[in-house]
C-alpha cells in the first residue's frame, strides 16, 4: 500500500511537480519514460516517488520514447493504469505509436510539456509538439498555469479511461512557462484525490486468458475505414463526458473549467483566440484595454481535440474582429487556430474580420506590449471594417516585416 | 464469408477475440478441429497466398525433433503428441526457417517451387549417403 504525502493546503510547485502528483494520486500502474527537457521532472519526481514508496506502481526505464510510447501501449492493453511524459523530439519520436494507442483505444495520459521543435535545436517553449500530435487521435487539453496542469492530469485520467471513451489524453502546459514556474496549487488531499480518479475499469485486458484478444488488427479497404470512423465519433463524442468530469471537480473542489475558456468575450468587439498560458497574459491586456473603454475580450480552447466548435460559434457569434494567435510555425499554411476558428465561425450569421498571428517561437517572450499592439491592429479593423493588413503576421519578429496571404488594406 | 459490419458495430479498438466464447479448458489440450475459434479468427483465413516456395515434409529422415515446430514463426508446423504431421499451407508464408533448422543428415523439410507437386518432390528427394565400407 503507498504511504500517504502529507501535502498542504496550498503548495508552492511548478507544473511538472504538480503534474507528477496528480499521477502519484491517480496512482498509475506503470509509467514508462525517456526524460527529456523541458518534461524531465516528472520522470524523476514519479521515479523518486516509487523509490520511496509513494506509488505501487512500476516506473520502467527504456530506451527511447518510441519505446516508452511502446510499453505504455503493452501495459495499458495488459490492463493498467499507465501514464508517461514527453516534450519536443520526444514526442515526434513517440508520433507512430501515439495513432497506435488512440487506435486501440487505450486511455494512456501524456503529460507533454509543450517545447519548440529542431532544427534550430531549442528548449524552450512553444505549441509545435502540440500541433504535432494533434491529428494523433488524442484527447487533448491544454493547462494555462500550474494549477490547471495538476486539475488537468487527475481529470485526464477519468476522461480516457471511461468506458465509453477509452481514448488516450494529452495534457499540454507551456514548457518553463507553465512547467517551471513555481506558483501558488491548491492541492486536494490523497485519499479525496484517488477517489476521485477511481479504480480503472479494465477492458478487454491481453492478460485474460479466458478471452484470448488481438489488439490493433490488420484491417485492409473493407474495414479500416468502419474503425476509424468508429474512433471519430467516439472521440467527439468524448466532449459530453469531458463536461461532465469538469462538472463533477467543480462540484468536488470549487475549481471551474469549460471547454472553452473565455475572458470578457460576452460584450467584447474583438477577441483575441489563443492556447496556454498566453491566455493568462491576454487577460491582463483586456482588462488594461477595458479600463481604457475599449470592449476586447479573449478566448481559449481548454480541450483542443475534440475540436470545440459549437462552443466558439456560439462564444464569438456578436464578436466583430478575431485575432487567432498561432504558437507554432504553421510551415506553408495559415495557423491551426485560424483554421479552426475560421471553420467554427464560417456557417454564423454574421463572421468577423479574421486575422493570424504566429508568436512565441522557441520561447520568444510575449509580452503585455506585443499582445496590445494586437489589439491595436484589430482596432484598426474594426474602424476600417476590413483588414488593414495581410492575414498572417508574425509578432515579435525582427527584420522586414512579414506578412502574407490576402491583399493588403 | 465473414460479415461486414457497420462502424457502430466494431469492436473499438481494433480488437478481435481469437474464441468465440469464453475459455474454461485447457486450449493447448483440445485437437485444433475441436476449437471453439471465432469467425474472425485466422484460424479460418488463407493467408498465404503470396507464397513463392514451400516446404515439403519428407517423413522417411524426420526424426521429430520438433526443430521446426519450435522455429516456425506463423505456427504452421502441425505436430501432435510430439511427432510432425504435416505443413498448414493455409497458414505457411514459405520463409524457409523450418527447412534451415532442420537438423537431419539430408533435411526432411525442403524449401521448392510452389508449382512443384509433393509426388515429383518427394520421388527425387535426395538419397541418404551410405556409410562406406572399411
Known amino acids: 500500500m503507498a504511504k500517504k504525502y502529507d501535502l498542504q ?134 493547462s494555462f498555469e500550474a494549477q490547471h496542469s495538476y486539475d488537468l492530469a487527475l481529470m485526464a485520467f477519468r476522461i480516457g479511461e471511461h468506458v465509453d471513451v477509452r481514448l488516450p489524453v494529452v495534457v499540454n502546459q507551456d514548457g518553463f512557462i507553465t512547467s517551471h514556474t513555481a506558483e501558488n496549487v491548491h492541492m486536494i488531499p490523497d485519499e479525496k484525490a484517488t477517489a476521485f480518479v477511481g479504480e480503472l475499469e479494465v477492458v478487454n485486458s491481453l492478460l485474460d486468458n479466458t478471452k484470448p484478444i488481438t489488439y490493433g488488427v490488420q484491417t485492409e479497404e473493407n474495414w479500416h475505414f468502419e474503425h476509424k470512423a468508429r474512433q471519430h465519433n467516439d472521440l467527439l463524442e468524448s466532449k459530453s463526458h469531458i463536461k461532465k468530469v469538469f462538472e463533477e471537480f467543480n462540484e468536488k473542489f470549487g475549481r471551474e473549467y469549460k471547454i472553452v475558456e473565455q475572458h470578457k468575450v460576452d460584450d467584447a468587439d474583438m477577441v483575441i483566440v489563443c492556447i496556454g498560458s498566453t491566455f493568462n497574459t491576454s487577460s491582463l491586456v483586456v482588462d488594461n484595454f477595458r479600463e481604457k473603454g475599449i470592449k476586447v475580450g479573449v478566448i481559449a480552447p481548454r480541450v483542443l481535440r475534440p475540436f470545440p466548435y459549437e462552443e466558439f460559434a456560439e462564444a464569438l457569434k456578436d464578436t466583430k474582429v478575431v485575432a487567432c494567435l498561432d504558437r507554432s510555425s504553421p510551415n506553408g499554411a495559415v495557423g491551426m487556430l485560424y483554421n479552426e476558428i475560421s471553420g467554427a465561425l464560417i456557417n454564423n450569421e454574421k463572421t468577423p474580420i479574421i486575422s493570424n498571428y504566429i508568436y512565441g517561437l522557441g520561447g520568444r517572450d510575449v509580452t503585455i506590449e506585443l499582445l496590445s499592439s494586437v489589439f491595436n491592429d484589430l482596432t484598426e479593423n474594426l474602424k476600417a471594417g476590413k483588414l488593414t493588413h495581410k492575414v498572417q503576421q508574425m509578432l515579435g519578429l525582427r527584420g522586414p516585416k512579414c506578412e502574407y496571404f490576402g491583399e493588403k488594406g | 464469408m465473414e460479415k461486414l459490419l457497420g462502424w457502430d458495430e466494431i469492436l473499438p479498438g481494433a480488437c478481435l477475440f481469437a474464441f468465440g466464447e469464453e475459455i474454461k479448458e485447457n486450449v493447448a489440450q483440445t485437437p485444433r478441429d475441436s476449437r471453439k475459434y471465432s469467425d474472425n479468427n485466422s484460424h479460418q483465413a488463407h493467408v498465404s497466398d503470396w507464397r513463392v516456395t514451400k516446404p515439403v515434409f519428407n517423413v522417411d529422415h524426420c526424426i521429430n525433433c520438433q526443430f521446426c515446430w519450435v522455429y516456425c514463426p506463423d505456427m504452421s508446423i502441425i505436430s501432435k503428441d510430439k511427432k510432425m504431421i504435416e505443413v498448414d499451407y493455409d497458414h505457411c508464408k514459405g520463409c524457409g526457417i523450418c527447412a534451415e533448422v532442420c537438423p537431419t543428415p539430408v533435411k526432411s523439410l525442403m524449401m521448392v517451387e510452389e508449382f512443384k507437386s509433393e509426388e515429383e518432390t518427394l520421388a527425387a528427394w535426395p538419397e541418404k549417403k551410405k556409410k562406406e565400407a572399411k
Open chain 1, 9 to 142: 493546503e496550498v503548495e508552492v510547485l511548478d507544473g511538472n511537480v504538480a503534474m507528477t502528483h496528480a499521477l502519484r494520486q491517480a496512482q498509475v500502474d506503470v509509467l514508462p519514460a525517456y526524460p527529456i527537457t523541458p518534461s524531465t521532472k516528472i520522470v524523476e519526481l514519479f521515479s523518486q516517488f516509487c523509490a520511496d514508496g509513494y506509488v505501487d506502481g512500476e516506473f520502467i526505464r527504456v530506451e527511447s520514447e518510441h519505446a516508452a510510447m511502446s510499453a505504455c501501449v503493452g501495459a495499458s492493453a495488459a490492463g493498467a493504469r499507465v501514464a508517461t511524459a514527453t516534450a519536443s523530439q520526444g514526442l515526434a519520436f513517440m508520433i507512430e505509436v501515439l495513432y497506435q494507442a488512440s487506435g486501440m483505444r487505450l486511455p494512456i495520459v501524456l503529460c507533454l510539456s509543450n517545447r519548440a521543435l529542431a532544427a534550430p535545436l531549442n528548449v524552450n517553449g512553444d505549441h509545435s509538439d502540440m500541433y504535432l500530435a494533434r491529428d494523433a487521435g488524442w484527447i487533448q487539453l491544454c
